[in-house]
């Protein structure tokens, strides 16, 4: 992989999905025009296994394709992309607490925690600046 280029824009809003809400089911992930997201899995032994998506916050455009399929403003159906409603848009100075609290299991978070929640931080403090 090569460098990435620096943001020209950070988003107003960021997707997040709720972990405990999120089945796996990649709705999201089929729909999702950057590919931003991504399947976390893990295995607890031999009898079960987590999955949920989760967004990379640095690629995240802010589009809310996720959360509902594009309509003209006229047409009052509004059609979600995630059956689960796992998935919401948030301020992005609000995502580092959201993340942290909806965004894995607290180990996960835990575990992840600069990737997650401090990637969230870091663009609340270049939105701020702009």
């Known amino acids: 992989m090569g460098k990435k280029a620096p943001r020209k824009k950070v988003p107003k809003e960021l997707a997040v999905i709720n972990a405990d809400n999120c089945t796996g089911c990649e709705s999201c992930i089929e729909v999702c025009p950057v590919d931003c997201i991504t399947m976390i899995t893990r295995s607890h032994g031999v009898k079960s296994v987590q999955a949920w998506c989760e ?3 640095d690629r995240c455009v802010g589009c ?3 959360v509902h399929i594009p309509q003209k403003k006229t047409n009052p159906y509004e059609l979600l992309v995630c059956p689960w409603d796992a998935i919401e848009m948030v301020a992005t100075e609000d995502v580092a607490h959201v993340v942290a609290q909806i965004g ?3 180990d996960y978070i835990a575990d992840n ?3 997650l929640v401090g990637t969230a931080h870091h663009l609340a403090t ?3 600046t702009k």
Request: with cysteine; aromatic share 6%; proline share 13%.
């Open 64 to 66: 809310e394709v996720c």
């Open 55 to 57: 967004i990379d916050l």
């Open 104 to 106: 894995g299991p607290p």
């Open 113 to 115: 925690w600069d990737r």
């Open 126 to 128: 270049l939105r701020a």
